[in-house]
């Protein structure tokens, strides 16, 4: 990795509130190259020196750049772990990753490491390391194979390096640090706890180095850690029965009624409520310019009663407005897109608004009838044909909206912007009003038909003017950079909320 790439790494960890944990004792030997090429991958650095008596502690306190932990007595790798995640907690980190003195872990991993954390906010990483080929004693191997068939009894889930000391942790789900064995143990215990909370455990791929046996050094002892293990593994069984799998039960039960409520609440709304209404509305009388803003007042009414006020089950709504955003002004709208929840989201803000939708929504069993009396547009008629109604709409006053990718991202992940929001801005002579959304993607991603807990936020951003547009180029040019820009400001509002998911 160049200097470049390491910055921006050192960067995105610490904007993300990672930090790294070593925990050591007697590693006089690896400790000052491992923290040292730990450094180089991340800025934020605690290492926790667990009583060691040899030159580890010497060689820490000439090291620069690290927050070290430290005491007399030997306590165990558990309890030096506790004091790092407390000690992360207590300068403000939402996550540590937590690898090995002995020099078996690559730091360079710390990549894989904010990449999956980066793809799976708020879960539990595991390092599974490469194994194959690699010089171990038979009591390791045994261990690591009965450490996994007992997790996959006590949680469910199948792991296939349950002892793995290279995992990133998102310290604010660990609600039970007090808890925690003392031992090696600790992290079997730490990741079946954070599985019976519903924490998401997501294992990666990892080096790993194993120096020839007559060099290591361990502190394992097999007689007496082995038995702290059984009886271990003899509680957790018992707890999974009474604690864990109950857990288990009713998250899945939560799961279901929580989308169930949310289906019921809007089929009523939608069926048996507002298509009646607008129905009746349509068909009493002819539709003036008034009467078509009364119908955009209703269609507002919906999405801010249940963003605002009735909240959709397991997602907290949150939303910020630039100062100098004024809505009764027309603009085009434009917005990253990531689910069918997105309307709802933007039209909290103003009722003069006109989306142009694809035939999916222009078609809707439930609310269709309800947009194209509205004055919606499907771009499926063409640009060119619809146009001379656009402009129609904005010398009325209403904002035009339209999602630049054309498509719901899969992933979140802002895709390739196509250039008619700014064909459209060009032709209209309006300015570019930008929204930024986040969470709606995880509540209710794309091929999806359950609801998950995430909180959404939007944020609309100052308007892009005309002169600013033609700053960047053509359209083409413009839809590139703005895309650019989505991307960037997308991964500071994830930066932001992804520490507390």
């Known amino acids: 990795m160049n200097s470049d790439s390491n910055i921006r790494q050192k960067q995105l960890l610490h904007d993300r509130g990672i930090c790294v944990i070593i925990p050591t004792y007697n590693n006089g030997g690896t400790i000052g190259r491992v923290v040292a090429e730990t450094l180089e991958m991340c800025d ?4 926790v020196n667990d009583g060691s008596t040899d030159s580890t502690t010497a060689t820490l306190r000439s090291i620069e750049g690290i927050t070290l932990v430290e005491y007399e007595v030997n306590r165990g790798k558990g309890y030096a772990l506790r004091c790092g995640f407390e000690k992360a907690l207590a300068m403000g980190f939402a996550y540590a990753i937590t690898l090995d003195a002995d020099g078996q872990h690559y730091p360079a991993d710390i990549a894989k490491f904010l990449k999956a954390n980066q793809q799976h906010p708020g879960a539990l990483i595991v390092g599974e390391r490469n194994l194959e080929g690699v010089d171990r004693t038979k009591g390791s191997s045994f261990a690591n194979k009965f450490s996994n068939f007992w997790f996959y009894i006590q949680t469910g889930r199948n792991l296939k390096d349950t002892q793995t000391g290279y995992r990133l942790y998102p ?8 808890l925690m064995p003392s031992r090696y143990e600790a992290e079997l215990a730490l990741m079946v706890l954070a599985s019976w909370h519903g924490v998401k455990l997501v294992s990666i791929p990892i080096d790993v180095y194993y120096p020839p046996q007559a060099e290591r050094v361990s502190h394992f002892r097999p007689g007496v850690d082995f038995a702290r293990i059984f009886a ?12 864990g799998l109950p857990l288990r039960i009713a998250r899945w039960l939560m799961k279901y009624l929580r989308t169930g409520y949310a289906i019921v609440t809007f089929v009523f ?7 009646p209404l607008v129905w009746l509305y349509v068909k009493i009388g002819k539709m003036t310019p008034k009467k ?16 605002l006020k009735h909240g959709l089950p397991g997602a907290k709504f949150s939303y910020k407005v630039a100062d100098a955003t004024a809505f009764d002004t027309p603009h085009i709208v434009i917005c990253n897109h990531q689910s069918h929840l997105d309307l709802a989201c933007q039209l909290i803000f103003t009722p003069n608004i006109v989306f142009l939708t694809n035939d999916w929504v222009w078609n809707n069993p439930f609310y269709g009838f309800l947009i194209r009396n509205a004055g919606y547009h499907a771009v499926s008629n063409g640009i060119d044909e619809i146009l001379p109604r ?7 006053g ?6 630049p990718e054309g498509t719901r991202s899969r992933d979140c992940e802002i895709g390739r912007f196509h250039q008619g929001a700014f064909f459209l801005a060009e032709q209209l002579g309006v300015d570019i009003l930008p929204m930024y959304l986040y969470g709606t993607g995880k509540v209710l991603p794309k091929k999806s038909h359950m609801l998950h807990k995430s909180p959404i936020y939007i944020e609309v951003g100052e308007p892009i003017t005309q002169q600013q547009l033609r700053d960047m180029g053509d359209v083409k040019q413009q839809a590139k950079r703005l895309r650019k820009h989505y991307q960037e400001k997308y991964q500071q509002i994830a930066n932001r909320i992804e520490q507390d998911v």
């Open 398 to 403: 209403y904002s035009i909206a339209l999602f």
């Open 390 to 396: 656009l402009k129609e709409s904005i010398a009325q």
């Open 232 to 243: 271990l593994n003899t509680l957790l069984c018992f707890l999974a029965i009474v604690y």
């Open 292 to 307: 078509r803003q009364n119908l955009h007042r209703i269609i507002q009414f919906i999405p801010r009663f249940i963003m």
């Open 171 to 178: 310290l604010k789900k660990l609600k039970y640090l007090r």
């Open 44 to 47: 934020d650095v605690i290492v």
């Open 269 to 275: 709304f939608s069926i048996f409520v507002t298509t």
